[in-house]
C-alpha cells in the first residue's frame, strides 16, 4: 500500500510538473523590445563615492550593492532625457586642441541610466539585454551589480540578466558609462550608444542570440543543401525536452523545405542541433538581384512554439581564382567596391537605420557592388540592407589580437554575420606592423582557424600595406592576399605567388573638394579634376587601371566612397574631416563619383560634364579645365552652340579640353555607334533669389525612427541651380518631424552639426530630419535673407511602433532592507550599530507578497539606508508602504514619524521633513508568536 501511495504521488507530481511547464510555455515565447526610448544621460564623469569604514566598505564588495551613479537609488533626476542611437560627441562644436584623428570633437565620459519593469507572468523567463554598440569602452550594471565590460566600440553585448531581474512593484535599473576618452581608431569614432538596444524575453529553452547557421551550399546540378546548425540554451532548474523544426520559405512565400529534430537538453547548458534542408533550382541571390530566402527555425514543447526566429539567406557561389579574379554564381565579375567608416553628417555614427539606405543606394547608383567596412563591424540594420539591396561586403574584424578577449570579439563577428549572403570575405585586421614578421603571421593563422571553424564557406584575407615579400608574413595564412595601395607590388607578388588569389582591399587615396576646381592649399582647398592623391596611393583613374587590367585581380576597395568626420588629409586644422571621399559627407557626388560611374556602369548612358560654368569676369578668355565622364563612344563639346572638337572616350582617362571661358551654356553629347545617347550642359547662372528643398523620399513612416536627407539649393530667377551660393539658410518644422543633424560636406566648415541653421557650400547643403510618434504632414521650412523661402510638405504615415519597453519614471524606491533578530521584549528602535557588524542583521527580501512569522518573538525591526532625492532634500515627502502586515512604528533618523495599529494587512503613509543627510530608516514590528509580519510590497518615496 505505502508503494502504490508512492506511485500515485509520483504521478501526480509528474502531472503537476507537465501541467506548469505547459502553463509556462504558454507564455514563454519570445519577445524582442526595444530598449532605445528613455534614457537619463550625463556627460561628463561623476567619480565612485570614497568608500570608508568597516560596513560601506564590506557592502561595496557585495553584489547589488554598488555606490554612485551605478546604484539603481542613484539621483539622475537632473539628468537629460535621449532617446538612443545616441553620439554627444557630433552635439558640440570642434575644438582645435582636442585630437586631430576625432574631428577636433571633444569626447571624454559620461552615463547613462534606463529603468523599467518587468510584469509577474516574466518571471521563469530568460531575459537578455543587447547593446548593438557603445563607443568606445563601457561598463554595465543591472540593479547594482557589474554585469558586463566592453572592450571594442563597435561589438555587440548580450546580457543574461535572468538573475538579476526584479519583478512586478519592483523597478530594474541599467547604468553605463561611457568611456570615449579610449580610442581604437584613427578616425572618428563618435561617443556614447550609438546602436539600438533590446530587451529580448525567451523561454528557458530557447535559440540562442545569433543561434542560427543556415548558408545554403551548391551541390551536384541544380541542387542545394542549407546545413542548419542550431544552438539552444536551457535556463530552467530541469532538463528539458523539445522538437528543433526548420522550413525553408522561397521569396513568395512558399514552403519548400522541412526538417525536424526531437532535443533534449540539460538546465544550464547548450546544444547544438544539425539539421539539413534541399531545394532544387532555387533564385541566385546578386547584386543585380538580391533574392532573399527565409528559414523559419521553431522550437515545440509539447507540440507547442515556445521559440521562434527568421533568418534571412542567399544562395549563390563565390570563387576567387588566381588567374581570373572573382567568380559571382558562375560569372567571372570585377568587384567595384568602396571603403567607408560608419559616420554621416549631423548625426555622426548615430546612425538612423533608413540613412543606410539611402548611403548604399548612392554607392549602387554610382556602380558600385561591394563595400569595405572599414575597418570594424557595422550595425546589424547595415549588414541586413546590404543583403536586401545588393552589396557585396568585405566584413572586417577591428583588433587584431588572439588574446581570449579578443577572440571572443571574431566569434561573434562571424556568428552574427556568417548567414549574409553579401558576405563575400571575412578580414582579420588592416595595415598592422606585425604583417610582415612570424609573430604576425602565427597570429593571423589562429585566427584564420577560428574563422574557419565557424565558417568554411567563405575565404579570409587581411589587408596588408607592407611586409609582402619577407620571410614570414601574414599572406602566407590567408586565402585571399590583400592589398593596400601597392600598386607597384602586384605584378611582382602575383608571379612569386601564382597560386594566391589577390585583391585590392584598399585603394586610391585621392583627395577632392566637392565643388572646386582649383587646388588652394593655403584655404585647405583640393581641385576637383582626379589630379591630387596622398604620396602612398594614386588617382581614381590610374588605380582602377590597374585592377581593370590585370584579369587575376579581383577587385578594388576605393578609398573612401563618402567624406568621413576626422582624420583630416592632407590638412589639418581647419580642416575637421577628410578628403578622400567619392561623396562629401552628406553623400553629395564630387567629380570621381561620375568617372566612376562611367567606368562601372554599361547598361545605361552616363555622361557628366564638370566644372560649373559660373566664373568670375576676370576668367573670360582665360582656359578653364573641362572633363566629360562618360561611357559613350564618342564625346563632342560645345560652348554657346560653337563646337570645340569631338573626342574618342578613353575609358580611363576620360576626356579633357581647354576651353577659353566665355559666359553661356556648354554642352556635351554622347554618341554610340554613330548615335546621340546622352547631353550633358552646365550654364552660367545668375544671383541666387530663391531655395528649393528636394526630400529623398515623399513618405515617411511615423514610428519615431524613420529619417531621410532633404537637399537643400539655392536657385537663379530662371530656376537653375546656383553651384557657387554660400547663403546661411534658416530651418523651421512642423508637424511629427524633427531636425536631427544638418551638414554641406565642407570639410572647412565648423558651423554645428545640430540646430537650425547652416550655410550653403558650393551651393548644397543638407538637413536630416525624422519622425516623431504619429502621423500628419510636415512642414519644413527654408528661410535666408534676401531670397525667396521654399516649403516642403511631407506625408507621415501612421505604421504600427516596433514594440518598445515602457519608460519608467519611478519615484525613489527602497529595496535593500536589513531584519534585526528577534526578541521578546521591546527593543530600542534608535540603538547604534556597530560599523563592523555584519551578521546580526540579515538581508530580506520585500514585494514577494509573502511575510515574516515571529518565532520566538514578539518584536523584530526592518532597517534601510537611503540619501534622498535633491527636491526631496529640499522639500521633505512622503514614504509610502505598500501591504504592511502586523503594527508597525516607522523611525526616521531615531524620530517616531508613523504608526500602524493594526495587524490586518494595510498600506501606510508617512511624511517627513527636508534633510540633506543620509536616512537611517526603521520600521518595529510587533505581534504575538507565530503571527505574520513585515513588508509584502513596495517602499517607495515621492514628493509631496
Same mark, same amino acid.
Given at each position: 500500500m505505502t508503494t502504490f501511495k508512492s506511485f500515485l504521488l509520483f504521478l501526480c507530481i509528474t502531472f503537476l510538473g507537465h501541467l506548469q511547464a505547459y502553463t509556462q510555455e504558454k507564455v514563454n515565447t519570445r519577445e524582442v523590445l526595444s530598449l532605445d526610448k528613455g534614457w537619463s544621460f550625463y556627460q561628463g564623469d561623476i567619480p565612485y563615492p570614497v568608500i570608508k569604514g568597516h560596513n560601506m566598505t564590506y557592502r561595496n564588495a557585495k553584489a547589488g550593492y554598488v555606490s554612485g551613479a551605478a546604484s539603481p537609488d542613484y539621483d539622475d533626476s537632473s539628468w537629460c532625457m535621449v532617446d538612443l542611437p545616441h553620439d554627444w560627441a557630433i552635439e558640440g562644436s570642434v575644438n582645435p586642441n582636442a585630437n586631430l584623428s576625432q574631428g577636433y570633437r571633444d569626447r571624454g565620459f559620461g552615463w547613462y541610466?534606463?529603468?523599467?519593469?518587468?510584469? *509577474?507572468?516574466?518571471?521563469?523567463?530568460?531575459?537578455?539585454?543587447?547593446?548593438?554598440?557603445?563607443?568606445?569602452?563601457?561598463?554595465?550594471?543591472?540593479? =547594482?551589480? #557589474?554585469l558586463h565590460r566592453n572592450w571594442c566600440g563597435y561589438t555587440s553585448m548580450y546580457i543574461d540578466i535572468t538573475p538579476y531581474a526584479t519583478y512586478g512593484d519592483n523597478v530594474n535599473t541599467i547604468a553605463v558609462r561611457v568611456d570615449a576618452e579610449a580610442q581604437e581608431g584613427w578616425w572618428y569614432e563618435g561617443a556614447g550608444i550609438y546602436r539600438h538596444t533590446w530587451l529580448v524575453k525567451r523561454s528557458p529553452l530557447h535559440i540562442i542570440t545569433d543561434g542560427v547557421f543556415a548558408n545554403p551550399v551548391k551541390k551536384m546540378g541544380k541542387q542545394w543543401e542549407i546545413p542548419v546548425e542550431v544552438s539552444l540554451y536551457n535556463a530552467g532548474k530541469l532538463s528539458a525536452e523539445g522538437e528543433v523544426e526548420v522550413t525553408l520559405i522561397s521569396p513568395d512565400g512558399e514552403q519548400v523545405g522541412r526538417q525536424s529534430s526531437t532535443v533534449s537538453v540539460t538546465a544550464l547548458r547548450d546544444k547544438?542541433?544539425?539539421?539539413?534542408?534541399?531545394?532544387?533550382? *532555387?533564385? $541566385?541571390?546578386?547584386?543585380?538581384?538580391?533574392? $532573399?530566402?527565409?528559414?523559419?527555425?521553431?522550437?515545440?514543447?509539447? @507540440?507547442?512554439v515556445i521559440d521562434e526566429v527568421e533568418t534571412k539567406c542567399g544562395f549563390r557561389t563565390i570563387r576567387f581564382d588566381k588567374n581570373t579574379g572573382f567568380w559571382l554564381n558562375g560569372e567571372n565579375i570585377k568587384i567595384k567596391g568602396v571603403c567607408n567608416h560608419q559616420d554621416h553628417a549631423g548625426v555622426g555614427v548615430a546612425v538612423p537605420d533608413a540613412l543606410w539606405e539611402f548611403r548604399l543606394r548612392k554607392l549602387k547608383e554610382m556602380g558600385v557592388n561591394a563595400y569595405r567596412a572599414a575597418h570594424n563591424p557595422m550595425s546589424k540594420e547595415f549588414m541586413a540592407a546590404c543583403d536586401s539591396i545588393g552589396i557585396m561586403v568585405l566584413d572586417e574584424n577591428r583588433l587584431f589580437n588572439t588574446s581570449p578577449e579578443y577572440v571572443r570579439q571574431l566569434e561573434w563577428l562571424v556568428r552574427r554575420d556568417r548567414n549574409c549572403p553579401s558576405v563575400i570575405l571575412w578580414s582579420v585586421f588592416n595595415e598592422e606592423p606585425m604583417q610582415g614578421t612570424e609573430n604576425g603571421y602565427e597570429m593571423v593563422r589562429r585566427m584564420y582557424d577560428v574563422v574557419k571553424k565557424m565558417d568554411s564557406t567563405r575565404p579570409v584575407t587581411a589587408a596588408m600595406n607592407g611586409g609582402f615579400f619577407s620571410k614570414y608574413n601574414v599572406s602566407q595564412a590567408v586565402d585571399v592576399a590583400g592589398f593596400n595601395y601597392q600598386i607597384k607590388s602586384y605584378d611582382r607578388f602575383h608571379e612569386e605567388n601564382p597560386e594566391l588569389p589577390l585583391i585590392s582591399s584598399e585603394d586610391g587615396s585621392a583627395f577632392m573638394t566637392r565643388g572646386e576646381y582649383v587646388t588652394d592649399r593655403s584655404k585647405n582647398l583640393m581641385d576637383s579634376y582626379d589630379t591630387q592623391c596622398a604620396n602612398?596611393?594614386?588617382?581614381?583613374?590610374?588605380?582602377?587601371?590597374?585592377?581593370?587590367?590585370?584579369?587575376?585581380?579581383?577587385?578594388?576597395?576605393?578609398?573612401?566612397g563618402f567624406d568621413y568626420h576626422g582624420e583630416p588629409?592632407?590638412?589639418?586644422?581647419?580642416?575637421?574631416?577628410?578628403?578622400?571621399?567619392?561623396?562629401?559627407?552628406?553623400?553629395?557626388?564630387?567629380?570621381?563619383?561620375?568617372?566612376?560611374?562611367a567606368q562601372w556602369i554599361k547598361d545605361e548612358p552616363v555622361l557628366q560634364l564638370v566644372p560649373h560654368w559660373n566664373w568670375p569676369s576676370d576668367s573670360i578668355g582665360k582656359p578653364i579645365k573641362v572633363m566629360a565622364l562618360s561611357n559613350a563612344d564618342k564625346v563632342k563639346l560645345l560652348l554657346n552652340g560653337k563646337e570645340i572638337s569631338e573626342q574618342k572616350v578613353d575609358p580611363y582617362e576620360m576626356n579633357t579640353w581647354f576651353v577659353p571661358y566665355k559666359p553661356g551654356k556648354l554642352e556635351a553629347i554622347g554618341y554610340q555607334n554613330g548615335k546621340v545617347v546622352s547631353r550633358m550642359k552646365v550654364e552660367t547662372t545668375g544671383e541666387p533669389v530663391r531655395l528649393r528643398l528636394i526630400p529623398y523620399?515623399?513618405?515617411?513612416? @511615423?514610428? =519615431?525612427?524613420?529619417?531621410? &536627407?532633404?537637399t537643400v539649393e539655392a536657385l537663379d530667377s530662371k530656376g537653375r541651380h546656383v553651384p557657387i551660393a554660400d547663403n546661411m539658410i534658416e530651418f523651421t518644422i512642423s508637424g511629427p518631424a524633427k531636425i536631427i543633424g544638418l551638414g554641406n560636406g565642407d570639410p572647412n566648415c565648423h558651423e554645428l552639426e545640430k540646430g537650425n541653421k547652416r550655410s550653403l557650400f558650393n551651393g548644397l547643403a543638407q538637413i536630416i530630419i525624422q519622425t516623431t510618434e504619429g502621423s500628419g504632414k510636415v512642414t519644413l521650412t527654408a528661410t535666408s535673407a534676401g531670397m525667396r523661402s521654399a516649403d516642403l510638405t511631407i506625408l507621415v504615415n501612421k505604421v504600427d511602433l516596433v514594440p518598445f519597453v515602457?519608460? /519608467? +519614471?519611478?519615484?525613489?524606491?527602497?529595496?535593500?532592507?536589513?531584519?534585526?533578530? @528577534?526578541?521578546?521584549?521591546? &527593543?530600542?528602535?534608535?540603538?547604534?550599530?556597530?560599523?563592523?557588524?555584519? +551578521?546580526?542583521?540579515?538581508? #530580506?527580501?520585500?514585494?514577494? =507578497?509573502?511575510?515574516?512569522? $515571529? /518565532? +520566538?518573538?514578539?518584536?523584530?525591526?526592518?532597517?534601510?539606508?537611503?540619501? *534622498?532625492?535633491?527636491? $526631496?532634500?529640499?522639500? =521633505?515627502?512622503?514614504?509610502y508602504l505598500k501591504n504592511v502586515v502586523g503594527k508597525a512604528e516607522v523611525w526616521l533618523n531615531g524620530q517616531l514619524i508613523g504608526t500602524k495599529a493594526t495587524v490586518n494587512d494595510q498600506d501606510l503613509k508617512v511624511e517627513f521633513l527636508p534633510t540633506k543627510n543620509k536616512c537611517d530608516l526603521r520600521i518595529l514590528f510587533s505581534g504575538s508568536v507565530n503571527t505574520q509580519v513585515g513588508l509584502k510590497g513596495s517602499v517607495r518615496i515621492q514628493e509631496k
Open positions: 541610466r534606463r529603468k523599467f519593469r518587468l510584469a *509577474p507572468e516574466d518571471k521563469g523567463k530568460h531575459l537578455e539585454i543587447q547593446f548593438d554598440g557603445i563607443s568606445t569602452h563601457a561598463t554595465i550594471w543591472v540593479n =547594482g551589480t #557589474v547544438i542541433v544539425n539539421l539539413s534542408l534541399t531545394v532544387s533550382d *532555387p533564385q $541566385l541571390w546578386s547584386p543585380d538581384s538580391p533574392v $532573399l530566402y527565409r528559414v523559419k527555425t521553431t522550437v515545440k514543447r509539447n @507540440g507547442m602612398w596611393g594614386a588617382t581614381h583613374r590610374n588605380a582602377w587601371k590597374a585592377v581593370a587590367e590585370r584579369p587575376w585581380m579581383a577587385g578594388c576597395f576605393y578609398w573612401t588629409t592632407p590638412f589639418r586644422w581647419p580642416s575637421t574631416s577628410s578628403f578622400f571621399g567619392i561623396m562629401d559627407l552628406c553623400g553629395f557626388p564630387k567629380m570621381a563619383y561620375y568617372l566612376h560611374q523620399r515623399h513618405m515617411l513612416a @511615423g514610428d =519615431g525612427k524613420d529619417a531621410m &536627407p532633404v515602457a519608460v /519608467e +519614471n519611478s519615484p525613489m524606491l527602497l529595496d535593500k532592507w536589513m531584519v534585526s533578530p @528577534g526578541s521578546f521584549e521591546k &527593543p530600542d528602535v534608535t540603538c547604534q550599530i556597530a560599523d563592523n557588524d555584519m +551578521n546580526s542583521w540579515q538581508p #530580506v527580501a520585500i514585494t514577494t =507578497g509573502k511575510s515574516i512569522v $515571529l /518565532e +520566538n518573538a514578539n518584536y523584530i525591526i526592518f532597517r534601510t539606508e537611503f540619501t *534622498p532625492y535633491q527636491k $526631496l532634500q529640499e522639500n =521633505g515627502g512622503i514614504i
